[in-house]
């Protein structure tokens, strides 16, 4: 049986972590390397950081955190902003990441997932997908670090899901946009339909508020693991207690 993952998410802007409400408002919750330690000795799977601001100011993630991450933990971790090229990317795992995720660049140049995967392997390249339900339908958007450069692509998520597996990725994570921040649950609805259409390891995140939020998404989908920041970040729970609440609930994770 596939052991789940609980993967904390750190937003990431002026090198502090930071956290919004569906992209907005963001403030400052902590420093990158204290809340990457705690986390990882609290039991986390692996950690995803995304630098929000990169993609919009047509920069890359600082290098510098990046190498000090690996320094301080022992687990995998991926990270995102900004990476448009093979050669960002090769820095960027050069430094310690274990995978690196692409959204924006991947919707202006679809076949660099297809040279990242070729180059480095399908397992280091993940693709986030922010996606919002537009008139009953999901929708991809892009370039939301930023509320104010966020746009709608008018390409449907279950179609673009489809063409990065043919490209190579080889893990997605779906965000759901609505639900971003505000703790009341995963889109169930939106990661049973994007299910049907997803061959390779699928991450829920966006709305985590509380151990059962974690129980229905792992047991209501077939999601690999669960992304999460406010509960963590503002210490509702750590990730052991979400871990022992799963295995109580007959969860496969690591504990």
């Known amino acids: ?47 995803v950081f995304y630098d929000i601001s990169a993609s919009t100011k047509g920069s890359i ?3 510098e955190w990046v190498s000090k991450i690996a320094e301080v933990i022992n687990i995998p971790f991926c990270v995102a902003g900004g990476i448009k090229t093979l050669d ?21 140049n679809p076949k660099l ?58 893990e997605v994570v779906i965000n759901a946009m609505g639900q971003d921040g505000v703790q009341q649950g995963y889109d169930i609805d939106l990661l049973q339909t ?8 699928m991450i829920a995140s966006g709305g985590a508020g509380g151990p059962q939020d974690f129980i229905d998404v792992f047991k209501k989908t077939n999601v690999d693991g669960a992304l999460a920041a406010s509960i963590f970040h503002r210490n509702k729970f750590s990730i052991g207690e979400i871990k022992e609440v799963l295995k109580y609930n007959e969860i496969n994770i690591r504990i």
């Open 1 to 47: 049986m596939i052991t789940k993952r609980i993967i904390p998410c750190l937003d990431v802007k002026e090198d502090k972590v930071v956290k919004g409400v569906q992209f907005k408002n963001h403030k400052i919750v902590g420093s990158i390397l204290d809340l990457a330690e705690r986390y990882s000795n609290d039991g986390a799977d692996e950690l």
């Open 61 to 63: 993630v600082n290098r």
């Open 88 to 108: 960002d990317a090769k820095e960027i795992l050069n430094l310690g990441a274990d995978k690196i995720s692409i959204n924006t660049p991947a919707l202006v």
């Open 113 to 170: 997932i297809k040279e990242l995967s070729d180059e480095f392997g399908s397992q280091c390249v993940v693709i986030g997908m922010d996606v919002k339900i537009i008139d009953n339908e999901a929708y991809l958007f892009a370039k939301t670090g930023n509320e104010k450069t966020a746009y709608s692509t008018d390409i449907l998520a279950s179609n673009w899901l489809v063409k990065v597996q043919e490209l190579g990725a080889g």
């Open 194 to 201: 994007l299910e049907k259409f997803c061959s390779i390891p």
